[in-house]
């Protein structure tokens, strides 16, 4: 069964950093674009940040550019959220999602919360 794992998520101060992990197995994560969504409480779920399948291509949200960085490794099947200079306005539970063609698997989701 295919398994995507966050892990990472928790409480920070506004200004700190986290870095979200997203384990993949049991399909061919080398072939898969991974994205990272976040769906904060009363809103509806936003695209964060993507990778393609190589990682030769990135984009970003207007509200994380310049401050989040996605990327992966496919030797060790994992696609990461480098989160720095964190808002209040990041709340959010982070999902990671892998699509390709008409194949999309999800992940649980991992909580982020910025607050002091």
């Known amino acids: 069964q295919v398994q995507l794992v966050e892990s990472g998520g928790g409480l920070v101060q506004p200004g700190g950093s986290l870095r979200l992990s997203c384990a993949a197995s049991?399909?061919?994560?080398?072939?898969?674009?991974m994205i990272w969504y976040r769906q904060a409480p009363g809103k509806e779920r936003e695209l964060v940040a993507s990778i393609s399948a190589a990682g030769s291509s990135t984009n970003y949200a207007d509200s994380v550019k310049g401050r989040f960085t996605i990327s992966r490794d496919n030797a060790k099947n994992t696609v990461y959220l480098q989160m720095n200079s964190l808002k209040p306005e990041d709340t959010a539970v982070y999902y990671c999602?892998?699509?390709?063609?008409?194949?999309?698997?999800w992940g649980q989701g991992t909580q982020v919360t910025v607050s002091s």
């Open positions: 999602h892998a699509r390709r063609l008409q194949y999309n698997y």
């Open positions: 049991r399909f061919t994560f080398s072939s898969y674009a």
